[in-house]
């Protein structure tokens, strides 16, 4: 009996009672009604004093702003426009200009260049150049990343002073020249792979100008014209050579 009366409900409310003569009921309504109890065991859930069709104007407010602002990010970058070939040319002859042809160029001078090169490439106007009349001529090389045309290896006062390539288009004949101090030269004829690019198989080689020398089988190539306009031509060769070239002649004559 003892134990069961001290697990009584009345043996845990008498702790909370105010007076020892209180009643059983009188400590059970305490023990309901005690606030720290009721708050510390029961926390009551707290409601939103936002109402309903605040949050439905808030979200769509938010919604209709990310539509706005993903239309405004998205036409300057379709309105923007890319700079055209006479701005390029431009960028190019000045890049190109204290470089000696490209003999003085550091790596970063020619990756500048390839950059400016590639974005004129982009924006060329003859679309399949050996089809048209502006390839023909005498063309004099103004920049080049070939060694071998450079001749870096030798003295600068070995080095030829100025490269000339002519292309015939109708008679697919192509030559190479130098001027002082060897006056060498080359021809070649020419076979299309595509509409702007040519196999090249060299025929015959002139020392000085004068003494031909027939050239060997494996003397062979391709040339790849990546931009065209009246006055200006940039080409690329299968060993990844860079070349730039204006032009000088637009009458000349390969040999035949």
Not at 36 to 51: G, L, V
Not at 161 to 185: G, H, M
Not at 236 to 255: A, C, Q, T
Request: hydrophobic residues 35%.
């Amino acid at each position: 009996m003892a134990l069961s009366a001290s697990y009584s409900p009345a043996f845990l409310s008498t702790t909370h009672s105010s007076s020892s003569s209180s009643s059983p009921c009188s400590s059970l309504k305490l023990l309901h009604s005690h606030p720290s109890f009721t708050h510390s065991h029961f926390p009551t859930k707290p409601t939103s004093t936002i109402p309903i069709h605040t949050l439905s104007s808030t979200t769509s407010s938010s919604t209709s702003s990310e539509k706005w602002r993903a239309k405004v990010s998205f036409f300057p970058a379709f309105l923007k426009k890319g700079k055209d070939a006479k701005t390029l040319k431009e960028e190019l002859l000045d890049a190109i200009e204290n470089l000696d042809r490209g003999a003085e160029a550091t790596p970063e001078d020619q990756q500048r260049v390839d950059k400016i090169a590639r974005e004129l490439e982009a924006v060329n106007p003859i679309k399949e150049p050996l089809k048209s009349d502006l390839l023909n001529g005498k063309w004099e090389l103004i920049y080049t990343t070939s060694k071998s045309i450079l001749q870096t290896q030798r003295p600068k006062f070995l080095r030829s002073r100025t490269n000339y390539q002519a292309i015939n288009v109708d008679t697919l004949r192509a030559q190479n020249k130098e001027s002082w101090p060897f006056f060498n030269e080359v021809t070649a004829d020419l076979t299309p792979l595509n509409a702007r690019k040519v196999a090249v198989k060299f025929d015959y080689f002139k020392i000085a100008g004068l003494v031909p020398i027939k050239a060997p089988g494996r003397a062979r190539g391709e040339l790849e014209i990546t931009y065209l306009d009246e006055e200006l031509r940039v080409s690329r060769g299968d060993l990844g050579n860079l070349f730039v070239l204006k032009m000088i002649d637009p009458s000349y004559r390969v040999p035949t």
